[in-house]
């Protein structure tokens, strides 16, 4: 882990729990997408990963803050102004996140990049601040994209007032509109934007098919530029098609006057910008995901090496144990990155907890293709861990003929209140006969305690002497979202 270790004793005292989230958070902070290092609260950067230091362009010194460590690393507001007060600063001061900040980075070597960045505080059992966490994405490239398209817009309507003739073959919607509101002439994309016809279009008026809840800020502009109080405006908003379909549209608008400075008409330039909204989205939903999953990690970690120092008689075992429990953690989220942190296949998260073990039919998956919830990811990567740990060392897995078969279906229970719930059951056979143990250790608390918590359902392990088996119920609602596709199913169990 990068800024930990050596660097992190030669840092300024930092508190307890401070101390406690850097050791549990050992290792974590490399295998996440995005930039990100943890300060005290006096901005002493104490952990960071290498996504960050190709950001910045260079490595901080031991005990540096972040306020000194500008120096090397100038930072700017987006108008390209020197930041006064740092955003971290501001989260110190009032103890609230910081969403969306955009700055300028300026390496040593003068180059420059364009992040966005979000800190969110940490805080001890007291609820003071200790800390915060930082996470900042290279948007510099979309930036480019955007100052790009925005010039190319900007030569098409000039070209397009020079020369008549490219009217109609733009590739962007185009409209005159008089100062009343009623088209005096539409070419032949904005037709296809809006999929209604020229003369639908010019017999009817500008705001027609405006979304109602976004027509206000477009009337508002319209009417400036028709008094004269105008000269340019540009707005987004969502148009209902002649299909119904809800789209996103830009809208640039700029009057056309005679010599005299009299109003003639109002040429709109409309561009389809419904996919760059979605991509927009995506991308805001990935990186909240992100900071909530950097937390609750941090958390999980600390648990995980809490209660496997609890249960070790040694440090070699405490290691053993926790490594394998972190390399599950991560082998969870390399599917859920594969995915973009929107699912996982069930059948590929046990392909891979079992992957030592595949071959000569010792380990059986029985069921259909199931997509399963982040949350149901990591909570069963974490169980079928445990599982197949306890299967390798004691079960089924600790001697050549023997096998696990491992079977999921979709089940509604007999007497019960209805729901729809992903049945799955852990069957060992042919390992060394199995009993009771007389007292419950953490991978069966973990098992039965996390279904239970983290996914509204339960977990039941029975140690029958032929072999162990795992039974667990879970709501369908809680593990995938595709709960549609078993319509027709036999739920009867």
């Not at 789209?247 to 109003?263: E, M, Q, T």
């Not at 900071?291 to 648990?303: C, D, E, I, Y």
């Not at 299967?391 to 491992?406: C, D, H, N, P, T």
Request: aromatic share 6%.
């Amino acid at each position: 882990m990068l800024g930990s270790d050596d660097k992190t004793r030669r840092a300024p005292p930092i508190s307890p729990a401070l101390s406690a989230i850097l050791r549990a958070s050992d290792g974590i902070l490399d295998m996440l997408p995005i930039a990100t290092f943890v300060c005290d609260a006096r901005g002493t950067i104490l952990q960071y990963n290498q996504r960050a230091v190709e950001i910045w362009g260079t490595v901080p010194r031991p005990g540096q803050t972040h306020e000194d460590f500008t120096a090397s690393v100038r930072f700017f507001d987006i108008d390209g102004k020197p930041l006064e007060r740092s955003g971290f600063a501001d989260v110190m001061a009032s103890g609230e996140a910081a969403r969306d900040l955009e700055r300028i980075v300026e390496r040593a070597d003068g180059s420059r990049v364009i992040v966005s960045l979000n800190i969110d505080p940490l805080r001890d059992a007291k609820g003071e601040v200790i800390g915060a966490v930082n996470c900042f994405l290279d948007i510099t490239e979309r930036k480019q994209t955007d100052a790009a398209l925005e010039h190319s817009r900007v030569l098409a309507l000039e070209q397009e007032q020079r020369l008549a003739a490219t009217y109609e073959h733009a590739a962007i919607g185009i409209s005159e509109t008089a100062p009343d509101g009623t088209f005096l002439r539409v070419n032949e994309a904005i037709c296809a934007i809006t999929g209604f016809s020229r003369e639908h279009l010019l017999a009817s008026r500008l705001f027609t098919h405006t979304h109602p809840e976004d027509a206000d800020p477009d009337r508002e502009g319209f009417r400036k530029q028709v008094a004269g109080d105008l000269e340019f405006y540009s707005v987004e908003k969502r148009f209902i098609r002649k299909d119904g379909r809800i789209i996103w549209i830009s809208v640039r608008s700029s009057p056309v006057c005679d010599a005299d400075g009299k109003l003639l008409y109002l040429v709109r330039v409309v561009q389809d910008i419904t996919e760059r909204k979605a991509a927009e989205q995506r991308a805001k939903l990935l990186i909240d995901e992100l900071n909530h999953r950097v937390k609750n990690t941090l958390a999980t970690v600390q648990s995980l090496a809490s209660q496997s120092a609890r249960g070790a008689p040694t440090p070699a075992v405490f290691r053993e144990s926790f490594e394998g429990r972190l390399i599950a953690l991560s082998k969870a989220h390399d599917q859920l990155t594969q995915h973009h942190w929107e699912s996982a296949d069930l059948r590929e998260l046990l392909s891979a907890s079992l992957a030592p073990y595949a071959g000569a039919d010792r380990v059986v998956l029985r069921g259909e293709d199931v997509v399963l919830r982040p949350r149901a990811v990591l909570t069963l990567a974490m169980a079928f861990h445990e599982l197949t740990t306890n299967a390798a060392k004691y079960g089924a897995l600790s001697v050549s003929g023997g096998r696990v078969e491992i079977r999921w279906l979709p089940v509604r229970l007999e007497g019960g209140d209805g729901r729809a719930l992903l049945q799955i059951d852990w069957l060992e056979q042919g390992g060394p006969p199995v009993s009771e143990p007389r007292e419950r250790g953490f991978g069966s608390k973990l098992i039965e305690g996390s279904i239970a918590a983290e996914l509204g359902g339960s977990a039941r392990l029975i140690f029958a002497p032929e072999g162990l088996r795992c039974e667990m119920l879970i709501p369908l609602e809680r593990a995938t979202r595709e709960i549609g596709n078993w319509q027709g199913y036999d739920w009867s169990i």
